[in-house]
């Protein structure tokens, strides 16, 4: 309501939930009963499952939204690994074409005051279906960066953490790409798109300049344990910093390189850890 008391609404079990987003993630990665689709079959089930999504998460919702023009959303677990904006029960009415959508991380963003508003036509920028396995040029052994977040001896114990991963190569994030991109076109927005050779890390930070959309169809990643020797609560932070971030072109070349010993240069290495964008 407009006013008065806020109103509870409940959206759903909890399974229902996990296994709607559990699906999605499968056809965003080609993965499950999605695996070997054609581009078609993708497109078609895409369809399907954001509008499955749709129904899970906003149908409940609806009878409360009339004459909303503006949501803040703030998920949490499973529905974080969703882009709700992007949800809908058909392309011509995703979730961002019928309101205004603002994230938030908790419920305490909403009491910080407003920034100062935008001029000119809204800008958004997309990352999707990097080309994890793009080659990437090794930095000289004779030449260290001593700026770089990452330091030589901090990339043999990633090499040790990150043993094992894979990053897959996600074909549907780029026909997801394709559908939203004419959209946010159509409702005025810039729209500037990394993909596949060109989502390097050097491309998207020369680029970010606060677009009022940024989305990553990309694998994050959380290592396991990163171990500091005599680390104080500084290092304890500085060695979690090291452990999560987003893959971009290049990222699974650079594993097998930091694996055989050899150091790809920092900013085009397809890693950007949370230390490098902190």
């Known amino acids: 309501p407009k006013s008065g008391p806020p109103t509870l609404v409940r959206i759903g079990p909890e399974t229902a939930i996990d296994r709607t987003v559990r699906q999605y993630r499968d056809l965003m990665l080609g993965l499950g009963a999605f695996q070997g689709d054609s581009l078609e079959s993708l497109s078609s089930k895409t ?14 919702l609806l009878p409360h939204l009339e004459g909303v023009q503006k949501l803040v959303l703030c998920p949490e677990g499973q529905l974080s690994f969703l882009p709700l904006d992007l949800l809908g029960a058909s392309p011509e009415t995703l979730v961002f074409t019928r309101w205004d959508i603002t994230y938030v991380n908790a419920a305490r963003d909403l ?22 396995r793009k080659s990437v040029q090794s930095a000289s052994p004779a030449s260290p ?15 040790d953490a990150s043993r094992g991963v894979e990053f897959v190569s996600l074909p549907g994030t780029e026909e997801e790409l394709n559908r939203v991109r004419p959209m946010l076109e159509k409702a005025g927005y810039r729209v500037e798109a990394l993909s596949e050779s060109a989502a390097t890390e ?37 060695s979690a910093m090291l452990l999560s971030g987003l893959a971009l072109a290049g990222a699974q070349t650079t594993l097998e390189q930091w694996n055989a010993g050899r150091i790809p240069q920092p900013d085009e290495d397809g890693i950007l850890l949370a230390s490098e964008v902190a």
């Open 47 to 60: 369809d399907q499952q954001v509008a499955k999504a749709f129904d899970t998460v906003f149908a409940p």
């Open 111 to 132: 009491t910080r005051p407003a920034g100062e508003k935008r001029t000119g036509a809204p800008s958004a920028l997309f990352v999707a279906n990097p080309d994890f």
């Open 145 to 159: 960066e001593p700026n770089s977040a990452v330091n030589e001896s901090s990339r043999s114990l990633l090499a």
């Open 202 to 238: 050097k491309a998207l930070l020369d680029r970010v300049r606060s677009p009022d959309l940024l989305h990553f169809a990309t694998h994050g990643f959380f290592l396991n344990s990163l171990p500091v020797a005599n680390q104080g609560p500084s290092d304890s932070k500085k």
